[in-house]
C-alpha cells in the first residue's frame, strides 16, 4: 500500500530530489570523460615508452608527420623540426643545415608567424615541400586565418618563408582564433578514385582531370571548433576548391594522418576526448565514414597529445610497427611518445 503525502512530506521529498540531481548534474560536469560508446582497445601493445630526451622541446609541440628515417614536427610558436633517429628507438633534433633548434616559420613575403598545429608532406615527400596548417597569425593573435602553407626545406637557413599559402579562412565556417586549423594530411588521388569518392562541389565521382597542376591528390584539414574535417584541392596556382566535408564524431579534432598501408584516415582528438581515435575510409556512398573507433593505449595517461604518426610499412615487423604522438603539454618534460600498432 502506498502512503499517502502530506504537503510538507511532498516539499520535503522535492527539495531532497532536487540536491540529489543537482549533485548527480555536477558530478557529470567535472567527472574526466569516458570513453566513447562503441570504442574498442587500442590495437597494439599497450605499453608507451617516451622518445625524445628531456625538456628537448618543451610545450606546444603539435603536429607530427613521419618520413622514413625523418620525422617532422611543428610547433605552436612559429617552428619546424627536423628529427632524426637518437639510437634508441626515439627521435632527436637533426644539428645539420641549421636543424639544431628548429626552423621558424614565416608567412609568404617573409613576415609574421604562423601558428603552426599540422605538418605533411605529398607523395613528392619532403623534396616537394613540407606542409604546414596554420589557425592564425600569432602577431596578431584575436583573427582567425586558416591556412595551409608550403615550405622548401632544402636550403640551410634558420627561416623559412612560404612559398605558397592557401588561406581558407572565408570558405570555412567561422571559428574562434584558438580553435582552427589542427591537422593536415594528403591523400592521393590513387586511393581516391579507385575508391569512388564523390566529390562535394559537383556531385559526380572525384575526377582529378578538373583540377590541373594540385600536387596528385587531397589535403584533408581538421578544424578544432567545428570538430570537421574538410578535404580541399589546392591548385598550384593558389586557388582551392573543398570536395568533403566529414563530421568526426568528437568534441574536437587535433590531428589528421593518412596511413597508406590501412587506406585509412586517422582523426585524432586530445584529452578532451580521453585520447580517443578514430579511422575513417570512402564508403559505397563514396564518402568518408567512421570504421573504427580506438581507445588509447591503456598504458598511456590521457595527455593533451596533438600530434599522431604512424610509421611505413617498411617498418612492419613481426606484424606489429611503431606510432608516435606529440604532447603539448611537455607532460614530465617529454613532448614524444611511442607506441605500436598491429600491421
Known amino acids: 500500500m502506498t502512503e499517502s503525502r502530506t504537503p510538507e512530506r511532498r516539499r520535503r521529498f522535492l527539495s531532497s530530489a532536487a540536491v540529489v540531481l543537482s549533485a ?10 569516458a570513453p566513447a560508446a562503441g570504442a574498442v582497445a ?7 615508452s617516451t622518445a625524445d630526451g628531456s625538456n628537448v622541446f618543451g610545450s606546444d609541440l603539435s603536429g607530427l608527420y613521419q618520413e622514413r628515417g625523418v620525422m617532422w614536427g611543428v610547433q605552436n610558436s612559429g617552428k619546424l623540426w627536423r628529427l632524426v633517429p637518437n639510437g634508441s628507438g626515439g627521435w632527436k633534433p637533426d644539428t645539420a643545415n641549421g636543424w639544431g633548434s628548429g626552423k621558424s616559420l614565416r608567412f609568404t613575403g617573409g613576415t609574421g608567424t604562423p601558428d603552426d598545429e599540422g605538418v605533411t608532406l605529398t607523395g613528392a615527400g619532403s623534396a616537394g615541400g613540407v606542409y604546414v596548417s596554420s589557425e592564425r597569425n600569432a602577431d596578431s593573435s584575436s583573427t582567425s586565418r586558416l591556412s595551409v602553407l608550403r615550405y622548401d626545406v632544402s636550403g640551410s637557413g634558420g627561416t ?3 612559398t605558397r599559402e592557401w588561406n581558407l579562412t572565408a570558405d570555412l565556417p567561422s571559428t574562434g582564433s584558438n580553435l582552427g586549423l589542427e591537422g593536415v594530411t594528403w591523400v592521393p588521388d590513387g586511393y581516391l578514385t579507385g575508391a569512388g569518392f564523390k566529390d562535394a562541389s ?15 591528390g587531397v ?16 591548385l598550384e596556382s593558389g586557388g582551392f576548391t ?18 597508406p598501408q590501412a587506406h585509412r584516415m586517422w582523426v585524432v582528438c586530445d584529452d578532451n576526448c580521453s585520447g580517443q581515435l578514430r579511422t575513417f575510409q570512402v564508403d559505397g556512398s563514396g564518402a568518408f565514414a ?3 573507433v580506438y581507445n588509447r593505449p591503456a598504458g598511456m595517461a590521457n595527455l593533451n597529445n596533438e600530434g599522431f604518426t604512424l610509421a611505413g610499412a617498411d617498418e612492419c615487423v613481426g606484424g606489429s610497427k611503431p606510432v608516435y ?3 603539448d603539454s611537455n607532460t614530465g618534460k617529454h613532448a614524444l611518445r611511442k607506441g605500436s600498432i598491429t600491421c
Open 325 to 327: 604522438w606529440a604532447d
Open 42 to 48: 587500442w590495437p597494439g601493445s599497450s605499453a608507451v
Open 24 to 33: 548527480l548534474v555536477v558530478g557529470a560536469l567535472t567527472a574526466a570523460p
Open 290 to 292: 567512421l570504421t573504427a
Open 242 to 259: 573543398k570536395v568533403a566535408t566529414v563530421s568526426s564524431g568528437m568534441s574536437g579534432v587535433m590531428e589528421l594522418s593518412w596511413e
Open 160 to 162: 623559412l618563408t612560404a
Open 202 to 216: 559537383t556531385g559526380a565521382a572525384y575526377d582529378p582531370g578538373r583540377y590541373p597542376a594540385h600536387t596528385g
Open 219 to 234: 589535403f584533408f584539414v581538421g578544424v578544432e571548433g567545428s570538430a570537421k574535417v574538410y578535404g580541399y584541392v589546392l
